[in-house]
């Protein structure tokens, strides 16, 4: 059976960094409560020091604006029709930008199929018509579109250009996993949702899957299900944005989900054997509860919690921004695996090992 392989992995982020701004906002939201300290609290220790936007905050504007473009406004924060035409202008230059990083020269004409991953928006045509006209790909391009998975959608999305490749081992995949996350900032009383905005920021990654033997293979894949757990990560569309509420049980969820299910991730590996740990860092206490759950050593998510402290949780381009990481730095012949998590509560993961070139 043939082997299919991520050859390389690009990623971008919008200009603006708003991290301090949407935590000075939470923390307004809270004024006057018990909770205000509590927030404080968990805000320093979220080991998240940037996130990035296409919106461009800093001070308060006069006027109650949270940025300078006066898209979110207190008081009258943007309908889900707004939100997403700033996603239709927003998005397709952040794919340009990852898509340009990946390189690909002359594989951009022999591409056969483009997958693109999205949870955070959606038009049609949308992305992959314009990265069709931006690059000049075929026009009978092979096109898949996977949306409103969430974080762990990355995974699916490896799984099928994975499917593709294998049964058809002259295809060349592209793969865009974009999420612009801060589109969906609201005003909330609520500490625990507050909390959920305080981690998203907005990236978008590319990668290019083909049976060609370098970068790193995609060996096998598990879903794991935590049963008694679809309320913890909700993500639903409403009147103002797509609403996302993540339960603070969910990382001691995820440990005890792990834990009891890593002979079959692993493949009856110990998990001694692992090299590499490639965890979707959707918070400081995920990757905590991922490190205890497991047993892993000091430095063994180096990588994730980088990612996190410069980017935030991007939602499902997050995980290939932890795989690029990994990538850069990797010898070959080690052996790795990956998870990412989120809404069911399912844990999506994947086995791969380290090509080189």
């Not at 951009?108 to 992305?127: D, E, F, N, Q």
């Not at 299900?225 to 009147?239: K, V």
């Amino acid at each position: 059976m043939t082997q299919a392989y991520v050859n390389r992995i690009a990623s971008a982020t919008p200009p603006n960094d708003v991290h301090g701004a949407f935590v000075d906002f939470a923390e307004r939201q809270l004024e006057g409560t018990r909770e205000s300290r509590l927030f404080q609290r968990m805000a320093s220790r979220a080991q998240i020091e940037h996130r990035w936007s296409f919106l461009s905050a800093d001070d308060p504007q006069e006027n109650g604006a949270l940025d300078r473009d006066s898209f979110y406004v207190v008081g009258r924060f943007p309908s889900t029709a707004a939100r997403m035409k700033r996603y239709e202008a927003d998005a397709p230059r952040l794919a340009a930008e990852a898509v340009e990083r990946l390189d690909l020269g002359p594989d951009a004409k022999s591409l056969t199929h483009l997958i693109v991953v999205s949870c955070t928006g959606l038009s049609a045509p949308g992305v992959d018509f314009d990265l069709i006209a931006r690059f000049g790909l075929n026009t009978s391009i092979e096109r898949s579109s996977i949306g409103f998975m969430g974080c762990y959608a990355a995974i699916n999305g490896l799984k099928l250009a994975r499917h593709i490749v294998r049964s058809e081992p002259r295809s060349k995949v592209l793969l865009v996993c974009l999420e612009l996350c801060t589109l969906h900032l609201n005003e909330s009383p609520s500490l625990e949702q507050l909390l959920s905005f305080l981690v998203f920021g907005d990236g978008c990654a590319a990668a290019l899957v083909t049976a060609e033997p370098w970068g790193i293979s995609l060996d096998s894949f598990h879903a794991v299900m935590a049963p008694g757990t679809a309320e913890e990560i909700r993500w639903n569309i409403r009147d103002l944005g797509f609403d996302m509420f993540l339960s603070g049980k969910v990382p001691a969820e995820l440990g005890h989900t792990l834990k009891d299910s890593i002979e079959r991730i692993l493949v009856g590996r110990p998990v001694d054997e692992i090299d590499l740990w490639a965890v979707h860092p959707g918070g400081r206490s995920v990757l905590d509860a991922v490190e205890t759950g497991l047993g892993l050593g000091g430095d063994a998510l180096s990588a994730s919690r980088e990612v996190l402290r410069a980017n935030g949780n991007m939602s499902s381009a997050t995980i290939l921004f932890v795989l690029e990481e990994i990538m850069r730095d990797a010898g070959a012949g080690r052996l790795g695996c990956a998870l990412a998590f989120g809404p069911g509560l399912v844990a999506e993961t994947m086995m791969f090992r380290t090509a080189g070139r």
